[in-house]
């Protein structure tokens, strides 16, 4: 297996790299870069940190690609993927899409909170969003690989709103995360004296991942109308955890058995038992998504807390279950990755 | 005016004394441990960032203190200062007490949630809750002083209680601190290889500042049965993050007018034009509390972002608001402190 | 006193800001900017931190700051002042300059290092190296702060170098700085994500704040040919450590007895007891600087750490002790600063 | 090949037991606690980040381990070794141990820097200091693994000091290291909110990694008389960064090719090109020790900056190194390791 990679030097185009280097299916990685920049550069000068890695980093070429690869992965920014990924398509080359230009299937949603111009509307019926829990990536050539926030939020709410068991107007989230989920570029806010010691919400119900989240939601649950939707940015680098709150009328040990049962035989969701709520530091590393349930009878409130790493199992990591589920790989082939500890 | 400090050896209290040392009213402070203790420490030795201070601490002496002192601060554990208040209330000798003793009127409720024995009942009802803002501690020699999770989120909630601005079954607050809160004492979860690049939730549902939130609420609005109290430990030393969320069915000047209004006189609260959430370090090293108010009129929620520097607006600066009360000094003497930048 | 302030929107000029505002003696502040920029911006529109400020900034206009003001402090980058204070040296009116562009008496060093052009030399000779506790800024209306490296690394060697008491071709300084001596500028290596749980060595031998530190250890010895100097970029905001290291022959007792002797009588350097090393927190948030020795008679070496605050001590703090001087206040007036505890 | 592991819940315990978990050669490992310590705990009782794993730790028993397994590996505390080795010693049954009991010959210099009984002269005679790229363990069936601080240092120096590049009398170690090299144990010093934005120094030339430096350059080199050696704790939790002085009148050239050559043949150990200087994020979560080179022709001080993660080259990582090369598995099998960028 051959694979391509466009986009190597974001931070989750540099743990995809990590991780296809490790999987044991795959025999060769070519790295591309946007085809207008001409420049063929070594990966450690681009990425210093990636010693002695001499691998070159070629102007994108589909024909090459697709002569000489079995898949290409895009982990590029918004708008990229767009621009780029017409000639897979139209071959029916396999695409796994870190970005979110293919997540949405309504253009119009799309260009609302991306401001861009959204893909054709026959290239988003193609497209497959890969919420590896939920959707099997096999037949399907073009897959979406969902947001980071978006995957915390949805393992964190499926079971409450596929089994109607909250009050479906009721939901908040309250999400935080670590810098690398704002990537590379040079912000103030996430300028080390701006950051450290401080937190800093943004996008308040204006986040992107919102409607991609709400699009999952609905095929979930019609009912639910919206969500209320908050996202900080935490003095930490890596990581996710959301506090979802919602109304419910069920009992604590229903809850905790709803979710027992639906991630019963998911490799990589561990509902902790009844009690206990999870810390960032336990999926720091992993590809797992770890979820803690409390429920309040007196305020008639479920807590839903939901950790991972935003790198892994909210980009290159679940980007390598829907590798897998493509190819009929093991579902946690090159995914047994071990935690940071401490 | 000369201060007697009970307690200078925990964070509250270190703050306490420094600022003390810079109030024009304090000629002098004299430092006390408890009388058990019959050592006579430089304050140095106790502390040792307090290069060169020799200033002793002495074992609490009752008699002593209502000779020589005007007032007395106890920045002491929880209990503490049920044991050693006793005189001073007989005498109607001033006291500012930091600790959670006196602050809930019934004796039930405090050994539920403090674990503890409560102080004698017609102790309690001389007691005045020192909410700086929202009542005046002149002519209540017993001041006790609110606790630092129960200032942010009261500040934040004041006007939509007060003015029935919002459904009172529907409050959440998902509330954030530094380690600094949790003192001095050394436990697992403020281990630095814990708490660093970490999340961890406390005590949901279950932390002690949220009896006395409720024993206030019900004060402005006896509607308000319960409230969902989300605590979460945070990588950095100094600082408190509210964000609070009710349905609410008011436009969203209403909520910034009203937000306004409340707080129009009040020299240390600053309600941020609409559009503008707070950040921690605006904050941090100050006795503001910082408030932005963001409504959502898709799920009809407002959201209220509140933050305070946990050590100061929080115990020992919102101590010294009540000492300038109760002895008529100005409303910022002592206070006019500048934020860390960066 | 009225003073005016260039630059209030680096880092250096929000604390000098700040300390001009609760300076006993400074009746008002004027802020400025570049005369180039002729916009005139209130100063929250600048550093949103600075929570409902009003005060404006304005273009530079040297006529209206000599007739207005008293004194003019720079707190500007690297060729700035150069270019901008001509008008006031002519005039000898009272600079104070946070910059590096005077410090040097040299103008081929000064390029060399800054890769700038150099000041008159006319003006430079003007110049007075406010290096507070070894000269005395009365009578010198043109002030260069030092560096925030220097003010650390001149404070560690004096004892040393002025009474001969190590091997001047040995000394190696070990110095480590947070980010907020970087400036406010957005760079790679200041990203949170970057400087999170990581140590970057830069500009090692190269700083631009070794020929200052050369120059002021010559006219105390003229037989130091160079130091060993290399620089850290810690994952803290505020303060630098240096370590410092010598060959003597000296005793403990000798070398102790003569950093006592040599700071008795400054108030903001506290040489520890023979024994202990400073931290850096003891310092943060003052003007302190902290020295603590350690010999080890088995490798002939003498260690010495060295603490500030850089934004205080190593600039705006060093800043106001030359205004004091300068003026005639008291040496302490506007500097009795808390540390950040915890 | 079955493993015995004692110490899984400290820190290196942790790591190694991830790091067997995905070694290719070993089928099961077996986890072990103190004899005296009778009860039978699951792992995730002991450590909960190891959510989900209920193997369990059982009290060490030599004889079940010798007759079960083929290895033993201790990461246990100094003198718990001394303790329990004792009858695998006699069997000459393969240890590998973290701790440093069994790294210094000579037992008077053990207790001096240990302040603890040393273990019998026999035994440490068998003792084989497994530094992994100056010895092969093959053979050797008590490998005592070297020290954190002990491993980044030594690789720093051993070609300047193996090739007499430098001055032996002048070499002065600042190193420099993250909380989790003090272990899981509660102090002061590590409590978060004192390490956190500070840094403080600790076991100034008496850190007692020191001695087993000291035996080590003096096989190299006897002229080595002693070291300068410095120890501060970061506000970081992996990660150790040692910057080495020494005068030396080899050129920029000379010292390069000194290092290239020495470790040509090493796969764990990365030596920049001439004008790098290597970070500590290039190497946490990796079993590589990165080293730069830096010569100053104007003080003929040589600068080597040597990084390593501590937990894994400097312990656990090294571990693994050493028994690959005792039962004769490739070099890097297990150690293939992915930094955490960013």
Redesign the interface.
């Known amino acids: 297996m051959n694979a391509a990679l466009v986009g190597v030097t974001g ?1 989750s185009g ?2 995809l790299y ?2 296809l ?2 999987h044991p299916e795959v025999a060769a990685i070519r790295l591309f870069g946007h085809p207008d920049n001409s420049q063929v550069q070594p990966l450690v000068e681009a ?3 990636f ?2 890695d001499q691998t070159l980093i070629e102007p994108l070429d589909p024909a090459v690609i697709m002569a000489e690869c079995d898949v290409i992965f895009f982990a590029t920014s918004a708008g990229v993927t767009t621009e780029l990924a017409t000639p897979f398509i139209a071959a029916n080359f396999p695409v796994i899409d870190l970005s979110g230009d293919y997540r949405l299937l309504d253009p119009t949603t799309f260009t609302k909170w991306y401001h861009k111009p959204a893909p054709a509307v026959s290239a988003l019926q193609q497209s497959h969003y890969g919420l590896a829990e939920f959707a099997n990536a096999a037949g399907h050539s073009y897959i979406a690989n969902p947001g980071c926030y978006a995957t915390a939020t949805l393992l964190g709410l499926a079971p409450l709103v596929q089994q109607h068991l909250i009050d479906p ?1 009721s939901i ?1 989230v ?1 999400a ?1 995360s ?3 989920g704002a990537g ?1 570029k ?3 806010s ?12 943004y996008k ?2 204006r986040h992107q991942h919102i409607p991609e989240i709400m699009q999952q939601l609905k095929i979930w649950d019609d009912n639910v ?4 939707f ?1 996202t ?1 940015l ?6 996710i ?1 959301d ?1 979802i ?1 919602a109304k419910s009328e069920a009992t604590a040990e229903q809850l905790q058995a709803a979710f027992t049962a639906t991630y019963a035989d998911q490799p990589f969701v ?1 509902v ?1 038992p009844a009690g206990q ?1 999870p ?4 999926v ?2 992993t590809n ?1 998504c ?1 979820l803690g349930i ?1 429920y ?1 009878p ?2 008639h ?1 479920v ?1 839903v ?1 939901s ?1 991972i790493d935003n790198l892994l199992k909210g980009a290159a990591g679940q980007a390598i279950q829907n590798f897998n589920q493509y190819f009929g790989f093991a579902a946690t082939a090159g995914l ?1 990755l ?5």
Chains 1, 2, 3, 4 share one sequence.
């Open positions: 931070y540099m743990v990590q991780l280097q490790q990425v210093p940190n010693i002695g107007t908040i309250d935080k670590g810098t690398s590379k040079l912000a103030t996430t300028h080390f004296s701006q950051t450290d010691e401080n937190l800093q919400l308040v119900n109308p919206a969500i209320q908050t900080t935490l003095p930490i680098v890596r990581g955890m506090t709150y561990r902790l709520l810390t960032l530091k336990e720091v590393g797992f770890d409390s309040n007196v305020t409130t807590l807390v950790v047994q071990a935690a940071l500890m401490p």
